[in-house]
């Protein structure tokens, strides 16, 4: 594999030669945790009332059979619908996991196409869990190739590079030599999109983002199967996607150059799986506030107001325009909300699924949250780190200070395999009688059931 080849060949033929075998056990153990992570949050996203009419109504649109499970919905479909279903319903909640110095949400654009075409195809476990693993070293090194620039030209990286690895993973997991994996990558980066202007008004699309990225991505795969051809510089071409998307011509330089490290350095270890229903942003001032909670417990006085430090790159998701983001119009909204959700951990008001996603807002946390300031933090380390610097006002004018360095669930303060399970357990409990089973299946089987899909949701998400 020589360095002066296109980014897109090299990939497809790391992705084409990769055996299970080379993929060291700590990794394969790791990529099951996110299979099993993912599946459980698209199962409890379907047990949300309004998602789960959503999904109702888009798949009555496309009422073709098929052999890809929609999880939570006991139905299947085609592999083209249950990938967009499947990866809107694993974003839904900004409950999927990320990789911080990339900023990508890697289990929601790559599981949706791989269980779709396993399912299709009847592939086993093992192949769902190299693919994934692959998907992940790719599209890791796709947005840590220009950490940051695709946010701050208003564009998710997950959505527009994650079409391009999607498209490649469609195309090996059904067989397609390298040069064809390549070129559906090329065809995908004419479909690539997800623009961030849902933050204008609270709309719900940024849960398409990914669905729609593994849905380009297997018709992307098709194409090239059919003989259609896509540019092999699709990512860093003269008017390819660093261009188009980041703005930054250089990006494919440093895409080359983390290549160089493919099978050798296994940067799935370094993605971090999300404690709370939010924007990831957003977790670590949930952990600072919880201490100032417990602080200003323990001294018996109330928290009056709280001001917050943050990242700009963060801040652009979470804190601009501050006056909006302290009023949120609806749970939706408030996933991307910094005061509203530090107000609710002040308060000690659940931070979980249905708090956000049903009902309406708390109006105690949104009283705190008009109290709440804000300023910058230029030296934060963002986007390697998902930090956090609060402090809080007690009713006797104390002030109290909590700052986090790092947030917990990262490669530096990993998730506990428990952790991971606790909350699989409780998501996939939404949707089946049977999650323990579910999430043995997926830690320790070699077989995916077979496609028919009279066994409900616990069986549907492992089809």
């Given at each position: 594999?020589?360095?002066?080849?296109?980014?897109?060949?090299?990939?497809?033929?790391?992705?084409?030669?990769?055996?299970?075998?080379?993929?060291?056990?700590?990794?394969?153990?790791?990529?099951?945790?996110?299979?099993?992570?993912?599946?459980?949050?698209?199962?409890?996203?379907?047990?949300?009332?309004?998602?789960?009419?959503?999904?109702?109504?888009?798949?009555?649109?496309?009422?073709?059979?098929?052999?890809?499970?929609?999880?939570?919905?006991?139905?299947?479909?085609?592999?083209?619908?249950?990938?967009?279903?499947?990866?809107?319903?694993?974003?839904?909640?900004?409950?999927?996991?990320?990789?911080?110095?990339?900023?990508?949400?890697?289990?929601?654009?790559?599981?949706?196409?791989?269980?779709?075409?396993?399912?299709?195809?009847?592939?086993?476990?093992?192949?769902?869990?190299?693919?994934?693993?692959?998907?992940?070293?790719?599209?890791?090194?796709?947005?840590?190739?220009?950490?940051?620039?695709?946010?701050?030209?208003?564009?998710?990286?997950?959505?527009?590079?994650?079409?391009?690895?999607?498209?490649?993973?469609?195309?090996?997991?059904?067989?397609?030599?390298?040069?064809?994996?390549?070129?559906?990558?090329?065809?995908?980066?004419?479909?690539?999109?997800?623009?961030?202007?849902f933050l204008s008004d609270g709309s719900n699309v940024k849960a398409l983002h990914p669905g729609w990225a593994a849905h380009a991505g297997l018709w992307a795969a098709g194409l090239a199967m059919a003989g259609m051809t896509g540019p092999l510089t699709v990512l860093e071409g003269k008017h390819g996607i660093y261009a188009a998307y980041a703005d930054d011509q250089a990006a494919g330089d440093r895409l080359a150059a983390g290549l160089d490290s493919l099978g050798a350095a296994w940067v799935l270890r370094d993605a971090a799986f999300k404690l709370y229903p939010c924007c990831h942003y957003i977790h670590p001032y949930l952990e600072a506030a919880n201490q100032l909670r417990g602080e200003a417990q323990a001294l018996?006085?109330?928290?009056?107001?709280?001001?917050?430090?943050?990242?700009?790159?963060?801040?652009?998701?979470?804190?601009?325009?501050?006056?909006?983001?302290?009023?949120?119009?609806?749970?939706?909204?408030?996933?991307?909300?910094?005061?509203?959700?530090?107000?609710?951990?002040?308060?000690?008001?659940?931070?979980?699924?249905?708090?956000?996603?049903?009902?309406?807002?708390?109006?105690?946390?949104?009283?705190?949250?008009?109290?709440?300031?804000?300023?910058?933090?230029?030296?934060?380390?963002?986007?390697?780190?998902?930090?956090?610097?609060?402090?809080?006002?007690?009713?006797?004018?104390?002030?109290?200070?909590?700052?986090?360095?790092?947030?917990?669930?990262?490669?530096?303060?990993?998730?506990?395999?428990?952790?991971?399970?606790?909350?699989?357990?409780?998501?996939?409990?939404?949707?089946?009688?049977?999650?323990?089973?579910?999430?043995?299946?997926?830690?320790?089987?070699?077989?995916?059931?077979?496609?028919?899909?009279?066994?409900?949701?616990?069986?549907?998400?492992?089809?």
């Amino acid at each position: 594999m020589s360095a002066s080849q296109p980014a897109a060949v090299r990939m497809a033929v790391f992705l084409h030669g990769l055996s299970l075998r080379d993929v060291p056990h700590d990794v394969q153990q790791l990529a099951r945790l996110h299979l099993a992570d993912a599946i459980g949050v698209g199962l409890a996203a379907s047990s949300v009332p309004a998602h789960r009419a959503f999904l109702a109504k888009l798949l009555a649109q496309f009422p073709a059979p098929g052999k890809a499970a929609v999880l939570g919905m006991g139905i299947s479909a085609p592999a083209t619908v249950a990938a967009l279903a499947n990866g809107a319903s694993m974003h839904s909640l900004e409950y999927d996991d990320t990789h911080m110095g990339s900023i990508v949400h890697g289990s929601s654009v790559i599981v949706p196409p791989v269980l779709a075409v396993a399912q299709e195809l009847d592939l086993g476990l093992p192949e769902v869990v190299r693919l994934t693993v692959a998907g992940w070293e790719l599209l890791v090194r796709v947005g840590q190739a220009a950490a940051g620039a695709f946010q701050r030209r208003g564009f998710q990286v997950t959505s527009v590079g994650g079409a391009v690895v999607a498209a490649m993973l469609a195309a090996a997991a059904r067989g397609a030599p390298a040069d064809i994996v390549a070129r559906a990558g090329g065809i995908a980066g004419s479909q690539a999109s997800g623009i961030f202007e849902f933050l204008s008004d609270g709309s719900n699309v940024k849960a398409l983002h990914p669905g729609w990225a593994a849905h380009a991505g297997l018709w992307a795969a098709g194409l090239a199967m059919a003989g259609m051809t896509g540019p092999l510089t699709v990512l860093e071409g003269k008017h390819g996607i660093y261009a188009a998307y980041a703005d930054d011509q250089a990006a494919g330089d440093r895409l080359a150059a983390g290549l160089d490290s493919l099978g050798a350095a296994w940067v799935l270890r370094d993605a971090a799986f999300k404690l709370y229903p939010c924007c990831h942003y957003i977790h670590p001032y949930l952990e600072a506030a919880n201490q100032l909670r417990g602080e200003a417990q323990a001294l018996g006085r109330r928290i009056e107001s709280a001001h917050c430090r943050v990242a700009h790159g963060a801040g652009l998701v979470i804190a601009q325009p501050w006056e909006r983001k302290q009023a949120p119009r609806d749970t939706n909204d408030a996933k991307y909300s910094l005061p509203y959700c530090v107000a609710m951990a002040l308060l000690d008001q659940p931070i979980d699924v249905t708090a956000m996603t049903t009902g309406p807002l708390s109006e105690p946390a949104l009283r705190l949250a008009a109290r709440i300031g804000v300023s910058d933090w230029p030296d934060s380390g963002f986007p390697e780190r998902f930090g956090a610097e609060l402090s809080v006002t007690l009713d006797d004018a104390t002030v109290l200070a909590a700052r986090v360095e790092q947030v917990l669930g990262s490669a530096e303060r990993p998730a506990a395999v428990q952790q991971v399970r606790d909350k699989f357990l409780r998501n996939a409990g939404l949707a089946t009688p049977q999650p323990q089973a579910l999430w043995q299946a997926l830690l320790d089987g070699d077989v995916l059931p077979p496609a028919a899909n009279e066994a409900g949701a616990a069986e549907a998400a492992i089809r």
